[in-house]
């Protein structure tokens, strides 16, 4: 995630690079303002885990 995208999500950077390097993990209010930063909607950031995760059961 870019500092523009960083910045407009109000997050801090840091925090970002936590979470893309799986460091950490996102609460509900981050994962808004993520979509929002990346002017996309939350399913598009969840999707792909929510699809691995129903593979594994």
Same mark, same amino acid.
Do not use: N
């Given at each position: 995630? !870019? *500092?523009? =995208?960083?910045?407009?999500? #109000?997050?801090?950077?840091?925090?970002? !690079?936590?979470? *893309?390097?799986?460091?950490? =993990?996102?609460? +509900? /209010?981050?994962?808004? @303002? /993520?979509? @929002? #930063? +990346?002017?996309?909607?939350?399913? *598009?950031?969840?999707?792909?885990? *929510?699809?691995?995760?129903?593979?594994? @059961?």
């Amino acid at each position: 995630m !870019g *500092e523009a =995208q960083s910045d407009a999500s #109000g997050l801090e950077r840091s925090y970002v !690079g936590r979470l *893309e390097r799986g460091g950490s =993990q996102p609460t +509900l /209010l981050a994962l808004l @303002k /993520l979509a @929002k #930063g +990346l002017d996309c909607e939350v399913v *598009e950031l969840i999707g792909p885990v *929510e699809r691995a995760f129903r593979r594994r @059961k």
